[in-house]
């Protein structure tokens, strides 16, 4: 499942003297109603964001609707709340006062601290990248360096590329000397014809020696001709397990898109960790069209999507071991589009990196010195998911600032926290000092977030998302760049937690999972997918105590479907 808006934020307690705490808003709905929820992405710093809101609102009214979670990037806002923003939010209250519907929003994204500090982003260390002094100027140099074996695919092997190794499943898999971006030929997949019903699938992969604790970049040339559909192509650098009985896991995740037309680069960023050899895998899978592969390259890189903060300490060393001073040997290092990818809180995987380090005047680092560089940066999942530190004090108080900001907008008697699929977690010094798992950081974690909540906002509702909480679904060991197991994030739910259950395919351990631990559940039904999978649903919901409600749940802002869903999962007429 993938979210633009709502991937969690982690946030780490510290004292704040307390504002005084503002009254919860008075509905006219019974607690003891069951809970019939629509899911609602709205923009009300945006001219006619509230409108489209208020319009699903009247729709889902009809349909016997009381309630809907709120997810609007305008909570996260540092300033007061503008005259139209507090008039929209108004004009949204009173039209779910009217209604008889709960107005729940969303909190603790991570938007709403990264747009205020992008240094509060979780990131990974890299130690000892070799950095070369070249007049005033201290450039990356990768150390050793290593590259692809027939990286071009100029060199052949009986119709295959030398030093590849090709699975072609129903593809067709080859060499062509008609299309290529470098030298004399490129790899070309083909699929069969676009549109046809059948499809093919194919994996080209090579191992490579990388040195442990340090930051790669592959780049890769593609262009498609009826390629789809379009995503159905990616890399992924995977370990290679030490033992035979070992697991490999990817240490990139990519959301590659191919579109017809002119050769494109599309790259990945990866940790090697502590790992001295990875796979590159080119794989396409249930894919129709053809497909060209040329030019890749793996190289280590420096100070991509670096991240400055206490937590993240940024050292420079002489290959002699004297520790250099920034501000007296260095000049402030940052790179200056970390998360800045068309707005504040935007991060992408790969940009151009910073050239280096530039020398003080008066610096003790000599011309032609080698350097030795430690440092963090931060790790990006897919096309921009990212997770916050949850150690750094403060990401906990632009937490409260937001709480704060939603109380004074909205005054809500439920708040919806945003904890799903935090990506990476436990990586910084500020987290390894703690000596907690991924699961106790998390736990610690939510539990403080939902006391912030109610230190605004007492006598206030919480809910939550199931994931992050249920064993059988995320909370788990080798959960994509997380660095442990998550088991145990549960025992920070205060238990009255509202859980919106979304683990369709183990919905009924995960049901009776959370129904054994007393938390009363929410059903997050639907997904963009067939009205059917509400029987399913309830089916596995029949004998579980606690279940009050199902939840529209869209990701796709699609509301086509929400008359059927009241249908099958509200018994609206």
Known sequence: MLRALTLVSVMVATAIVARPRLPIAQSNLPRSEPKRWVFIHSQLGVQGGAERAMEVMERSAKLGCNGVVLSDGTFSSAREPSPDEAKRASALLSLGERLGIEIIPAAFGPHAVLRHDLNLVEAMPVRNALFTVEGDLARHEPDPFRELTNRDFEEEDRGKPRGWDVSPGPAKVGLDAAHHYGGRRSLRLDFGPSGASASGSATVSQEIEVEPRRQYALTVWTRSEGFEPPANFQVWIMTVPKVASGKALPLAYTQWRQADGPWRAQHAVFNSIDHRRVRVRLQAA????????????????????????????????????????????????????????????????????????????????????????????SPVVFTDRVTVCMSEPRAYELARNEIRRVHRLLKPRTYFMSHDEMRIIGWCAACAARGLTPGQLLADNVKRCAAIIREEAPGASIAVWSDMFDPHHNARDDYYIVNGPLFGSWLGLPRDTIIA?????????????????????????????????????????????????????????????????????????
């Open 286 to 377: 249930n894919a129709r069209g053809r497909l060209w592969v040329d030019t890749l390259s793996l190289a280590e890189v420096g100070l991509l999507n670096l991240v400055r903060r206490p937590g993240c300490p940024f050292v420079v060393r002489g290959e002699d071991g004297t520790v250099y001073e920034e501000g007296r040997d260095f000049e402030p290092v940052t790179d200056r589009r970390m998360g800045r990818e068309g707005s504040a809180g935007a991060y992408r995987q790969y940009h151009e990196p910073p050239e280096g380090i530039r020398l003080a005047p008066g610096s003790r680092i000599l011309k032609g010195a080698r350097l030795r560089v430690s440092y963090y940066h």
């Open 501 to 573: 259950n979304w683990n369709y395919n183990k919905r009924a351990q995960s049901l009776r999972w959370f129904a054994d631990r007393g938390h009363p559940q929410v059903i997050a039904g639907h997904y963009d997918r067939p009205i059917s999978d509400v029987a399913t649903w309830l089916d596995a919901s029949r004998g579980v105590p606690g279940i009050e409600g199902m939840m529209y749940t869209t990701w796709i802002r699609k509301y086509d479907d929400l008359e059927a869903f009241a249908k099958a999962a509200w018994k609206a007429k």
